[in-house]
């Protein structure tokens, strides 16, 4: 087997080779995903909600839409806002309730 002596500048080579390939699929990756405009059954896809879900958040106005003839489109900063208004923090658990695992009382 013969020994094959690889030296800096082809390690720079093949860096630069591997870059343009990783660069390459972020592209075509990150293309597809950063559309502006959704359709309906895109936004139920994203969120996992059902079609009257998604019409009572078009209804009480907690996601805002544009409706071109028939279809009715989402703006995805929108429904990012929407998710980010709607964030829920966790809160500690009040100490002053009694814990989950008490003694039931027989009445």
Same mark, same amino acid.
């Given at each position: 087997m013969a020994a094959e002596i690889i030296t800096t500048e082809d390690l720079r080579e093949f860096k630069r080779e591997l870059?343009?390939?990783m660069g390459k699929l972020l592209e &075509?990756?990150?293309a597809g995903s950063a559309r502006k405009w959704?359709? =309906?059954n895109e936004v139920r896809k994203l969120l996992? $909600? =059902?079609a009257g879900s998604l019409q009572n958040l078009r209804v009480n106005g907690t996601l805002p839409y544009s409706k071109v +003839? +028939?279809?009715i489109l989402y703006d995805y900063t929108d429904i990012q806002k929407m998710l980010a208004?709607?964030?829920c923090e966790h809160l500690p658990q009040d100490r002053t309730r009694l814990p989950a695992n008490r003694p &039931? $009382? &027989?009445?």
């Open positions: 870059l343009e390939a &075509k990756h990150c959704l359709k =309906s996992g $909600i =059902s +003839g +028939g279809v208004d709607n964030r &039931k $009382i &027989k009445r």
